[in-house]
């Protein structure tokens, strides 16, 4: 990033109770089949609150319901894995014995929100990524020696180096980085000094060859089950890091009929939305997460994002959420033993920006990809709601968004976080007592270290009322919930 600016969080000016009743913010909006009561919008967080078995967990309840309490118009619940393979403590739905935690936190939700909040689940699918290996393991173990190697070395070290694939094994080991840039592969090089991942152009590994003809119904089979669990709908997870987002990217260049080209990448996206709607019927909300802009050096750029837009509203997708960067490509080298996170890097920063940012600001900085995205969806006929998140954090802010139709609905991940009952003060005039987040990711900090997420405005709150039974981190330190509703003493955060 180039300029470096700390901005102050926006004044905030917050509605009376009749002003809010009559606001765009807290009108109704259609998503396909499903009317949401408001505008407002709580995207998928992770929380790492799920057993290691990808169950839904009391945690997970609580997690859930205190964002049912601000009553938004629709709740996204976290990604959560279509397969049925271990991935640590993230939600599962790739298998009938999910159905009984996914179905209560349902209902969690419809009681909390006294049945206003629309519950959507984030289904996705993700590759296998690994830790960043010990240099010595690397070298002695996971890098496959070719003839390339063995003539590098020798035409660099002499022919003793490169005797035997052992000799040639410690040669390489004990190669700076800078000779290993040379002597390797870029993509070797990216395996020894960030760790192992797959891309979708990976089609020398028949399971990455064969996605297209698994994933859709993969992503079908979730989404029935998600029906099943009492779910409004599905938000099918084309943004980010992850699968489907990667087959949208222009640097997906699998000659299979599946990449390369505009058409070639939205092939699958279409596919899967294809295979999802004749499993479910049109009386569930599908609707997707994607890029408006990926940020990232030979990535897809708004264009790209435009023409796949027009092809999701002609298809049918109930809605479009729009979500910006949160790559690979460019995440920071992850220390020995641990693997690469998405929101390190400038795409990151551009997915959840922080008050520490260029002369642009984080405030509401992602919006101008959703206008551009819902003019070219309106100029076609298509009426589809288009979502926009990013630095969204005050009642004016969000309804100038929806008058100057720039967006149909406007979601507020971190400020929910910080205060879920944002929405409801908002709603009963009670704007003073919001707690507002300050935009410096604390919580993204713990959940790229896999801990708990929780908000450091409220995590350390061992005043409030419910302090003596709300359940806490594993090290007891921090308080998994945001507090109660209480006025704010000003001052007092
Ligand atoms: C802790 C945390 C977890 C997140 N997990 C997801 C996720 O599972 N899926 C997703 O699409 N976005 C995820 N996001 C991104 C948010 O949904 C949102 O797009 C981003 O934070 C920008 O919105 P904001 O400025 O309102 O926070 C996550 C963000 C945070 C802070
Ligand atoms: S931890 Fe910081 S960035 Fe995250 S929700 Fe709280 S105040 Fe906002």
């Known amino acids: 990033m180039a300029e470096q600016i700390r901005h102050p969080l926006p004044e905030a000016r917050w509605p009376s109770a009749a002003e809010a009743a009559r606001s765009r913010l807290f009108s109704p909006i259609a998503l396909g089949p499903i009317e949401a009561c408001s505008r407002t919008w709580v995207p998928a967080m992770v929380p790492w609150r799920a057993t290691g078995d990808g169950e839904v967990t009391q945690d997970v309840l609580d997690w859930y319901g205190r964002f049912a309490d601000g009553r938004p118009g629709v709740l996204v619940v976290e990604a959560t894995g279509i397969r049925d393979v271990p991935s640590g403590p993230l939600l599962r739905i790739g298998h009938d014995r999910f159905l009984a935690g996914l179905r209560e936190l349902v209902r969690v939700v419809r009681d909390r929100s006294h049945g206003e909040t629309r519950v959507l689940l984030q289904i996705l699918d993700f590759l ?17 020696i070719h003839e390339r190697h063995r003539a590098a070395v020798r035409d660099r070290f002499g022919s003793a180096a490169a005797a035997d694939e052992q ?45 297209p003809q698994v994933l859709p119904d993969l992503f079908a089979t979730a989404a029935a089950r998600a029906r099943e669990a009492g779910f409004d709908g599905v938000e099918l997870h084309y943004a980010h890091a992850y699968t489907m987002a990667s087959f949208l990217s222009r640097t997906n260049v699998r000659d299979d009929g599946y990449g390369g080209s505009r058409e070639g990448r939205m092939r699958l ?102 206008a551009a995205i819902r003019k070219a969806v309106r100029a076609a006929g298509h009426a589809t709601p288009i979502v926009t998140a990013g630095g969204i954090c005050h009642f004016d802010q969000a309804e100038r968004i929806l008058a100057n139709g720039e967006a149909d609905v406007i979601a507020a991940a971190r400020q929910s976080l910080a205060d879920p009952d944002w929405w409801r003060k908002m709603r009963l005039g009670h704007g003073a007592d919001i707690r507002r987040c300050i935009f410096t990711n604390y919580c993204e900090g713990l959940d790229q270290k896999h801990k708990q997420v929780t908000c450091q405005l409220w995590d350390r709150d061992f005043d409030a009322p419910d302090a003596a039974t709300v359940a806490r981190s594993q090290d007891g330190k921090r308080r998994l919930i945001a507090p109660p509703w209480r006025a704010i003493r000003h001052g007092s955060g």
Do not use: W
Not at 284 to 292: E, I, N
Not at 347 to 354: I, Q
């Open 128 to 144: 296998t990524i690994r830790r960043r290996p010990e240099k010595a393991k690397f070298f002695a173990r996971f890098l496959q």
């Open 167 to 211: 000799s040639v094994r410690a040669q390489l080991a004990s190669c700076d980085d800078d000779t290993l840039r040379e002597l390797l592969t870029p993509r070797e090089f990216r395996d020894y000094a960030f760790g192992y991942r797959e891309e979708v152009n990976d089609l020398h590994l028949p399971h990455i060859r064969d996605l």
């Open 269 to 370: 996206p279409l596919e899967v939305y294809h295979a999802v709607r004749a499993r479910v019927g049109h009386d569930f909300s599908v609707g997707a997460r994607y890029l408006g802009d990926e940020v990232i050096a030979g990535g897809s750029r708004i264009d790209d994002a435009i023409r796949y837009g027009l092809a999701f509203a002609a298809a049918g997708f109930d809605f479009l959420s729009i979500s910006k960067g949160g790559k690979f490509d460019d995440a920071r080298q992850p220390s020995v033993g641990a693997a690469a996170y998405p929101y390190t890097g400038p795409s990151g920063h551009e997915c959840m920006p922080t008050v520490k940012s260029d002369a642009r600001g984080p405030f509401g900085r992602n919006v101008h990809l959703a």
